[in-house]
C-alpha cells in the first residue's frame, strides 16, 4: 500500500536558519503530494501541494518539489522564523484509489529566537 | 472564512462507555473524512464519505466504530464501548472532491478514555 516517511524530529533551528524537512513516498499510481501544518491545539491546514512530476509547490516561504525519479517532496524555507514552530506533515493523495490520503508521522520544528 | 466545525472538542469518558463526535463540513463540500491521530503520529484515515455514501472504512473497527452521514451534509462517528486504546484526536476534514483537492480540516475532538 502507500505509505509516506518523513525525517524524524523534533527539529530545533535557530531563527533565520535554513529548514530541509525530507519527505518520501511510495504509492502504486502516480499521487498529488502535500505538506499541511498543525499549530498546538488546531487542525492541519494545507502549506503547499504539488500534482504532477517537476511541480513546485510554494508557500509564505516554503517550498517542496515533486520529484518522481527519487519519489521525494523534501520541504524548504530559507529564513525560519520563530512562527515557523509547528508541526509539518507530508501527505499523498492516491487518485487511482479514491483519492485516499495516507499522512506522514510528522515532524516537529522549533525555532529559538 | 468557511471552516468545518466539530463538537465537542473535548471529551473524558470512562471505559465501556458509549461516545459521539460530530463533524460539519464547509458546505458544498461533497467529500467527508474521519481521522484518528494518535499523539505523536500522523492522522490515520478511518472513513471517508462520498456525499452520504461510503468511499473507504477498511481501516474503521466495525465492532465498535460506526458513522454516517445520513443526508450528505455533516457526519456523526461514534464508539461504543470505548476502550483505553481509543483516546486519540478525531479530526474531521472536508473537500469539494478526491484525489487533487485540499482537504480542510476542523480543531479536532481530543477523546480521553479512562
Request: glycine letters at 8%.
Amino acid at each position: 500500500g502507500d505509505s509516506v516517511t518523513q525525517m524524524e524530529g523534533p527539529v530545533t533551528l535557530s531563527e533565520e536558519a535554513f529548514l530541509t524537512i525530507n519527505c518520501t513516498y511510495t504509492a502504486t499510481g502516480y499521487p498529488s503530494l502535500f505538506w499541511y501544518v498543525q499549530y498546538p491545539g488546531e487542525g492541519l491546514q494545507l502549506l503547499l501541494k504539488a500534482t504532477k512530476a517537476d511541480d513546485k509547490g510554494s508557500n509564505k516561504g516554503f517550498e517542496a518539489t515533486y520529484r518522481k525519479e527519487t519519489t521525494s517532496f523534501h520541504l524548504e524555507k530559507g529564513s525560519v522564523q520563530v512562527s515557523d514552530s509547528a508541526v509539518y506533515f507530508c501527505a499523498l493523495s492516491d487518485d487511482t484509489n479514491a483519492g485516499k490520503s495516507t499522512f506522514g508521522d510528522g515532524t516537529t520544528l522549533t525555532v529559538k529566537p | 472564512e468557511a471552516e468545518v466545525a466539530q463538537s465537542p472538542r473535548y471529551k473524558i469518558t470512562e471505559k465501556s462507555q458509549a461516545v459521539a463526535f460530530w463533524c460539519d463540513p464547509i458546505s458544498g463540500h461533497a467529500t467527508l473524512y474521519w481521522y484518528r491521530q494518535i499523539l505523536g503520529q500522523g492522522p490515520e484515515l478511518l472513513v471517508q464519505f462520498q456525499d452520504e455514501s461510503v468511499v473507504d472504512d477498511s481501516q474503521l473497527p466495525k465492532d465498535r466504530f460506526s458513522a454516517e452521514r445520513l443526508k450528505g451534509v455533516d457526519s456523526t462517528l461514534k464508539i461504543q464501548p470505548a476502550e483505553l486504546g481509543d483516546s486519540a484526536m478525531y479530526l474531521c476534514a472536508s473537500s469539494l472532491g478526491v484525489g487533487r483537492n485540499i482537504q480542510y480540516f476542523g480543531a479536532g475532538t481530543r477523546l480521553s478514555v479512562l
